[in-house]
């Protein structure tokens, strides 16, 4: 494999040898010096053209652990602001050198585009509304260390703005093909024109759902992504779709919680909840280092199924 631009990209099979490998460098990450030469003379770039917080940073973070070298990128302080074209900035990029762009981009499709231009590993990191692939190898790894080793069975509903979510559209894929059943629950207006093809169930309904599922997964109100209000006010949204305090009392006891971030706290998800001892939110972006250092790892080091540092 040479690069991830989508979760197609891996199959079942994929998806289940990168979360096996993710486990050895979770382990890595436990250790006092959480840090192995698996990549050591490679240099990843990240190519971010949208704000993020915790995405760049695990990857940044994976790749140090691994012993690349790094580069970042950050449009506001680059010759983008020149007018300089997605073209001319990777090839300008790849001239220095480099193994990987790890690329954040607001238009659908710009890492496939980039991978047919360089000749490094491309990986994605959310491209528009398209796809956020390590976001649901993360979600997976993570969900499988409480419900596993298999998925399969466990009811998942994704809860609130899957029109606007790239994270939708990946885990989707990726909790279908282990097998999990996946309920989609949001407002028709925050649902897409066509679910044609999508492996999951939908419903209007968050109260109907709620009593039956081992997992539900919150999405964040992507206001900056909305063409004009889909609904009449936040408030009504946190009444019908919120997970509320009064809701998650009512949940099964073992039912887990889980959110990509950012959070909009108070509106898809009470802060109590949010913290409390059925959310996995803090565990989703620990795993995210172990998962991301797994994906550099199957892209850019040897051939070798396992990494010798962290047998
Ligand atoms: C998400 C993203 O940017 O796609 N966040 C993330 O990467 N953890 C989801 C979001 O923005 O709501």
Redesign the pocket.
């Known amino acids: 494999m040479k690069h991830l631009l989508s979760i197609d990209d891996l199959g079942p099979e994929g998806i289940e040898a990168i979360l096996d490998l993710s486990e050895s460098f979770s382990e890595v990450t436990q250790r006092e010096i959480p840090k192995v030469p698996a990549l050591r003379g490679k240099t990843v770039v990240s190519l971010f053209y949208e704000d ?1 917080t ?2 760049r940073i695990s990857f940044e973070t994976a790749a140090k652990r691994l012993s690349a070298d790094t580069m970042s990128f950050t449009i506001s302080s680059s010759s983008v602001k020149k007018g300089e074209s997605l073209l001319d900035t990777v090839q300008t990029i790849e001239a220095m050198g480099i193994d990987a762009i790890v690329v954040r981009h607001h238009a659908a499709g710009a890492p496939h585009r980039i991978a047919q231009w360089t000749d490094a590993s491309v990986i994605n990191a ?1 491209d528009g509304r398209h796809e ?1 692939p390590t ?1 649901a190898l993360l979600d997976c790894f993570t969900l499988r260390r409480h419900r596993g080793p298999s998925l399969a069975g466990s009811r998942i509903a994704i809860v609130g703005d899957i029109r606007h ?3 939708a559209r990946s885990n989707v894929k990726a909790f279908a093909a282990l097998g999990a059943e996946v309920t989609l629950v949001a407002p028709p207006t925050l649902l897409p024109e066509s679910l044609a093809g999508w492996p999951a169930s939908v419903s209007y309904d968050l109260d109907a759902v709620l009593p039956d599922v081992d997992v539900v997964y919150l ?2 109100i ?1 206001r900056e992504r909305a063409e004009a209000s889909r609904f009449p006010s936040l408030r009504e949204y946190t009444a019908r779709y919120g997970l509320t305090v009064e809701r998650a009392a009512r949940l099964k006891p073992d039912v887990l919680v889980m959110h ?3 959070m909009n706290r108070g509106v898809e998800i009470a802060a109590e909840v949010a913290d409390g001892p059925a959310s996995l939110v803090r565990e989703q972006v620990a795993n995210g280092v172990a998962v991301r250092m797994a994906v550099l790892y199957s892209l850019l080091g040897s051939s070798s199924a396992y990494p010798r540092a962290a047998g």
């Open positions: 993020s915790r995405t959310g956020h976001q979510s790239r994270v999405l964040r992507q990509p971030g950012p």
